[in-house]
């Protein structure tokens, strides 16, 4: 979400449990302030549709990483909220909707252009941004998102979004798959390995393909090390105490070999 306009700050939100804790008090606010103040178009992942105003799509694995936390937390902390009627949570496959419950009544009209949601910026102006933005992948409708939000997202979230491309999408997978000679369910293990790493912490990558090459080399890389000979064994050299294929038949280290060395039965 852009960081434009403002948001309604109710006065009694000081005798709510939020106000007694810093993080979650700030974790709220930051799903209002990310919640879309107009009916608004979505791209998450290989997912399309329509969000609703007070609406955000998301996943525990996004909200995780943004709020530097675990996902235990996060959807303990999402639970709390909804038994509180504060927002209403929908949970698919591959991402979740969080609605702000009484987002018009708090957040006041969008289109007043004095009142809290927006400053100097009509939402029939953000809106139209936000059509342009979309349009500019008009083209990539039937691909995979390239540019998700690159502008609006850190690092670290762009490369989990990326993450959750790659895991929800058939075709990307099963290139992962190929390139990398392995099941379905050792690409997955190597991408959680993969999140830990610190390139993938600092490096922000160009696009969707920017980051599957990343991952599949830095995969190949630590496959490598796993199985150096691609076997499960270690090259060794062929010096040292090692014997050749003749000499290991005749039970000697000679290296010479002529007619009379076969004379005799092995």
Known sequence: MLNIG?????RNIRDHWLWDDANKYKRWNDLVMEATWVRTKFRFGNVKGWLERGQQVTSVRTLMHRWKTSSRY????????ESENLIKVETFTTHTIITIL?????Q??????GGAILETT?????GKRIRQREGSQSKEDNNINNNINSSLLSV????????????????AMEQAVVA???????????LDMFVNDSNFISKRHDDFNDFKSHFINWSRQYLRKEKPNGNGKSKKGGGGNSQDRYANRRGTDAKDHTAEDYDSTF
Request: proline share 5%; hydrophobic share 40%.
């Open 102 to 106: 009484n987002y018009d009544i708090y």
């Open 156 to 171: 670290e979230e762009q490369n989990f979004e990326f993450v959750e491309q790659i895991k929800s999408n058939d075709l």
């Open 74 to 81: 996060v959807s303990d902390f999402l639970a709390d909220l």
């Open 122 to 126: 009509p939402a029939e102006q953000m």
């Open 108 to 113: 006041g009209d969008p289109h007043d252009v």
């Open 6 to 10: 403002k948001v309604f700050l109710p």
């Open 180 to 190: 990398l000679r392995c099941e379905k369910e050792k690409v997955l293990e190597l």
